[in-house]
């Protein structure tokens, strides 16, 4: 595989924060003009890497202030056979964006995705009170709307400003400071590892046999036996019936390691199925 010029799938259109995870993970592999493939879904990102159309996709799995990204999570649990290879943390900057030519007065419209309408809400009712919002599919899109009408603003970050020809008029908008995105890179399984570095973390999809008292008790004793510390532990819904619940789980340590192995062999004596979803160097 040639990692010097990869094929990266991603969450279009492009000057998304996925582009810009995509351009990342690129640099970290070495590659300045990464073949980008835009998709216009998550499940799409994951077909491509699947069915081979691609060597890497990028995904994001968690965001500091909306929490995990169930429509990755799925994919990992219940459709894609992906394996991730590394993560990338973005800090989330939203910069208010208008059309070169137009000013705050011109505005009448602020476009932007719903999280981003959400994740500036004091700004919007602040500065911006008494003009219409409108969602676009991403905060690039409504980038891309601000430079072609100077009667739309748009909340994007200054990437996708700058690649769609708008302007940034406010920077640093957002309500809460530290916002921040963990995203993935991922490949078919058995791709060998492209990241090296000396703290590793391992996450996992865990399937119960049966929903009973102490199930997840059980499954945390494991880990503590083995004296593995877990960094995340969520769970969601099987799809199957209401009340019946998987568990994710990320630990720290590499499948490498005797106590990771000793723990997840003892857990599948006990559980319907442990899905290793990737072993791979702390971000």
Do not use: W
């Amino acid at each position: 595989m040639d990692n010097a010029n990869p094929t990266i799938a991603y969450l279009g259109p492009a000057g998304t924060y996925s582009d810009e995870a995509a351009r990342a993970f690129a640099k970290r592999l070495g590659s300045d003009e990464p073949r980008l493939l835009e998709c216009t879904s998550f499940d799409e990102v994951f077909d491509c890497v699947d069915r081979g159309r691609c060597a890497f996709g990028v995904v994001p799995t968690e965001n500091s202030l909306e929490g995990p990204v169930t429509a990755t999570l799925d994919n990992f649990a219940f459709k894609s056979s992906a394996t991730i290879l590394g993560e990338e943390v973005l800090d989330i900057h939203h910069c208010l964006v208008l059309h070169p030519e137009a000013d705050l007065n011109d505005v009448e419209r602020v476009a932007s995705h719903a999280q981003g309408l959400a994740q500036c809400r004091r700004f919007l009712n602040e500065r911006m009170g008494g003009r219409a919002t409108i969602t676009t599919s991403s905060t690039a899109e409504s980038a891309r709307l601000a430079a072609e009408d100077p009667h739309v603003a748009g909340i994007a970050n200054a990437f996708a400003a700058e690649l769609h020809g708008a302007r940034v008029a406010e920077a640093d908008i957002e309500d809460h400071f530290g916002n921040q995105t963990s995203f993935v890179l991922i490949a078919r399984p058995g791709h060998p590892p492209v990241f090296e570095g000396t703290r590793h973390k391992t996450s996992l999809a865990l399937f119960l046999q049966a929903d009973k008292a102490g199930a997840l008790l059980m499954i945390l004793s494991e880990f503590a036996y083995a004296g593995i510390n877990l960094t995340k532990i969520q769970s969601r819904p099987t799809k199957q019936a209401l009340g019946e619940y998987m568990f994710f789980v990320d630990l720290e340590g590499s499948t490498n390691d005797v106590a990771v192995q000793t723990a997840l062999n003892c857990l599948r004596l006990k559980l319907r199925e442990v899905k290793v979803l990737g072993s791979y160097p702390v971000a």
